[in-house]
């Protein structure tokens, strides 16, 4: 069994392109190279690489691409990406896909595979993956789904056998007016939330983690637990199990970089930790949060909350409208 750092080399080596530390930790796992000793084996992969290239620079044969992303000192995991900064210009796949149908498509819909080669063309995609068409669909659906989960307004529409289009070029109608419904409905929701006591939003954070499919719930802010609120178990498959220390703040202003280090100097062994606001987090806050040398802490702002809410319908109830519309193959008697 090997270090994780000498897995990691290894895996590097064996896909001769950079990795996000998440993808390097799941080939090494699957590969049975490296037995973690937490329940946070991205997290220990991320910690480990970091320490090792700030320790020892160049001589530890890592170098730091992008966020998250590392490659081989050698070369031999450059993958075509020159710096930090060239990868930083990349976007999401979700976020790709909108680039180009604004840019490129004319107001017509593209074939995913035509979006993704393009999107790879001018540089705005970065991936490591083997079949990044699929993943460009794959989240494109994906997406649809959470928004529709969250009567949240859809970027994309599906035009059948692959095409997709922007909802921005459909003409206003009543998905408009059902849509200006949803965004006052959501308003009188944060509004809700902020009347809320600090110990109701407690609750009210506790009751949402439990809909999300978290086990061993416990409120623990009235203890004064050292600044953590609640702290549950995420369950995912029976298989996965995440300790999560969750602080719930009902601010107004924006919460800084102070406060996330103060959860993290609050987790327990083997936790991560959240931090869940009505208000939002300051640019500083978000890097610290993300500092690789450091344990990540989650964070969960105002209109994530309220959207997450929708998703799980607590304080909500969402409604189906029937909408006809008539089949692109009509009625099929030509088959």
Known sequence: MKSSIDAARLVLAEAKQPLHYKEIT????????????????????SSQLSRNIKAK?????????????Y????GTSSGGVKNEAECKQTLSFTDAAEHVLDKFARRQP????????????????YTSGQTPEATMYAQIIQEEQRRGRRAEPQRFERHGKGMVGLTGWMPKGLE??????NRK??????????????????????????????????VTALRGDGGVDVRGTLVVGEAIRTRMAVQAKKWKNNIQAPAVQQMRGSLGAHEQGLIITTSDFSKGA?????RPDATPVGLMNGEKLIALLVEYEIGVKKKSLELLTLSEEGLGLDA
């Open 26 to 45: 799941r080939r090494v796992l699957a590969k049975g190279l490296w037995q973690p000793d937490g329940d946070t084996p991205e997290a220990t992969m």
């Open 57 to 69: 620079g160049d001589a530890c044969g890592f170098r730091r691409i992008g966020a998250g992303i």
């Open 71 to 74: 490659g081989l000192v050698d």
């Open 110 to 125: 593209m074939h995913y595979r035509d979006i993704t080669a393009k999107a790879l063309e001018i540089g705005v995609l």
């Open 176 to 181: 408009n007016e059902a849509e200006k419904k």
């Open 185 to 218: 409905v959501r308003e009188e929701l944060y509004q809700s939330v902020v009347d809320l006591t600090p110990q109701e939003f407690e609750e009210l954070v506790g009751r949402l983690l439990s809909n999300m499919g978290f086990e061993d719930i416990e």
């Open 286 to 290: 978000y890097e610290e949060a993300m």
